[in-house]
């Protein structure tokens, strides 16, 4: 079939194999330049578990640990398969080109596709571990989820992204509309914060990391992280200081744990804070795309833009595998300043008081902001034949 995007709202319900297997292939092309092991002090990882392993900042960390340091990898991810009349998700057509890459290089590389917040795909893991690699010794923490099943009692939580305290009043922009407008977002009462947190909160890395610690999986001095994003008083109402930040907050909670109740295997776990960029979690998130579109026009001019992969290299070189990187007062890693200098900020936030329907387009580069939300699902991504007929079915290797 010729594959064309279909875009209904902040999400796109197709994608395209041949560009999803063109950008991950992009991504390793970037990391292979970088010299990685090299580039990096300490000895990287060798058995790596990523969870939220096939799309965004996850899928980085995989193609970093992999192609930047040889690394083994095994996934976790909740992708759809492709059928005769319907594609895949992205995430399972980057998955795919991931294994028959990272395969072609001698990598070892398999994927459980399945529900990460259960027991169940954390018991596969574990088997799968034991079989395949022995231990781990890097688990990344990467899922961006909207809901979640409690393990333990089978109940079904959503998370709200609402601000916290009072009500806000602020622009946005509607991709669907093409519209800029002011939205007020009421306030969240106790019950979707609570449901916010259980969610997008920490227990369920605490879950996996206890899990994986007695089942003797884990190698002494494992690290793991889980990523966050902390912001700047422009997106503090709707994103650092409102429901999905309370849950980030309680990472930091969940980090200690891990370090307390695993300290005999010495195994150190940290959030590590990253750039908002286009990925199909953050373009889900009201004021997010008006916010990414501005930092992307201040960023480029700044010669600072970076994506996923970027962003990830520098967090593996320069904190998890540096000799002693710096962390805040919290024992998190930042890798987020370039956004959220005060230099930058201010910029951002002229154009922010600044921007209208009138003036978006030039003011913004919503143009670079829509092109990247495309590329997420294989599309626009140079030397690809969008005229082409491709077969949608495409098999993990
Ligand atoms: P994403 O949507 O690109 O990736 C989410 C991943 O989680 C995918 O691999 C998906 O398959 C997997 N997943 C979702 N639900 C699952 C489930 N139930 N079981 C198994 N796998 C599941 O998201 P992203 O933007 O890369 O976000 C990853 C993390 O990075 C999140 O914690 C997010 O808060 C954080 N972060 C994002 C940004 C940003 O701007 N995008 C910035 C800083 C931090």
Not at 315 to 321: D, K, M, Q, S
Request: with cysteine; net charge negative.
């Amino acid at each position: 079939m010729v594959i064309k995007p279909k875009v209904r709202g902040f999400i796109c319900t197709n994608a395209h194999p041949v560009g999803c297997a063109k950008s991950v292939e992009n991504q390793i092309a970037y990391v292979k330049s970088k010299n990685v092991a090299d580039k990096a002090a300490l000895a990287g990882p060798k058995n790596v578990l990523v969870i939220g392993s096939s799309t965004g900042y996850g899928l980085a960390s995989r193609i970093t640990s992999a192609f930047g340091f040889g690394a083994k990898t095994l996934g976790i991810c909740f992708e759809k398969e492709p059928s005769e009349r319907k594609t895949g998700t992205a995430g399972w057509y980057n998955t795919a080109a991931f294994h028959d890459q990272a395969k072609a290089q001698g990598l070892y590389a398999e994927t459980l596709n399945g529900d990460a917040f259960s027991d169940e795909m954390k018991h596969a893991a574990i088997k799968k571990i034991k079989d395949d690699l022995g231990q781990v010794d890097l688990v990344i923490y990467s899922l961006a989820s909207p809901r979640r099943t409690d393990p333990d009692t089978g109940e079904v939580f959503k998370s709200t992204l609402k601000p916290v305290g009072q009500a806000y009043t602020t622009k946005t922009y509607d991709t669907d509309k093409d519209k800029v407008h002011e939205i007020t977002l009421e306030p969240a009462n106790q019950e979707e914060i609570d449901n916010t947190v259980k969610v997008m909160g920490g227990e369920d890395w605490e879950r996996w990391l206890f899990m994986l610690g007695e089942a003797g999986v884990l190698a002494d001095e494992a690290k793991t992280t889980a990523y966050t994003y902390i912001g700047k008083e422009l997106t503090w109402p709707i994103y650092g200081q409102a429901t999905i930040g309370l849950a980030k907050e309680d990472l930091d909670r969940a980090a200690a744990s891990i370090i307390e109740k695993l300290k005999d295997k010495k195994v150190s776990a940290n959030v590590s804070s990253l750039k908002a960029l286009v990925t199909q979690a953050s373009s889900a998130i009201p004021v997010m795309p008006l916010y990414i579109s501005l930092i992307y026009k201040v960023m480029k001019e700044e010669g600072t833009h970076e994506g996923c992969i970027e962003q990830i290299e520098g967090l593996f070189t320069e904190r998890l595998y540096a000799q002693n990187p710096p962390v805040d007062d919290m024992n998190r890693y930042h890798m987020e300043e370039k956004e959220t200098n005060d230099g930058t900020q201010a910029k951002i936030k002229s154009l922010w008081d600044q921007v209208t329907q009138e003036n978006f387009h030039d003011l913004s580069d919503y143009a670079g902001y829509h092109q990247e939300f495309l590329n997420l699902f294989g599309f626009e991504i140079q030397g690809v034949d969008y005229e082409a007929d491709v077969n949608p079915i495409v098999n993990w290797s």
